[in-house]
């Protein structure tokens, strides 16, 4: 059974910076895509950034060159360092385990403002 913990989420200042944690249970962590998404209030959940099996990333255009994501497979964990955190950055942040299917985190609430 797959489970994902989301951590590292709060109330940060804009041009401040966060780092989000995904611990991951009841899998083979180490042969699944992880990602995280986000959604904020009245949007669409969105895609933030992925990294596959052998650590190949992809981001939105929106968090390029602020965000990045990284796996340490030892740690069954998953990061998103999120820095120069905009405004527009607030939303529910969530975890994605995928294989054959999706799973997903409970998510952790980033805001963003002064």
């Known amino acids: 059974q797959v489970q994902l913990v989301e951590s590292g989420g709060g109330l940060v200042q804009p041009g401040g910076s966060l780092r989000l944690s995904c611990t991951a249970s009841g899998f083979t962590f180490s042969m699944f895509t992880m990602g995280w998404y986000r959604q904020a209030p009245g949007k669409q959940r969105e895609l933030v950034a992925t990294?596959?099996?052998?650590?190949?990333?992809a981001y939105a255009d929106s968090v390029k060159g602020r965000f990045t994501i990284a796996r340490d497979n030892a740690l069954n964990t998953v990061y998103l360092q999120m820095n120069t955190l905009q405004p527009g950055d607030t939303a529910v942040y969530y975890c994605l385990a995928r294989l054959f299917r999706d799973s997903w985190g409970q998510g952790t609430q980033v805001t963003v403002s002064s």
């Open positions: 990294i596959d099996r052998r650590s190949n990333t």
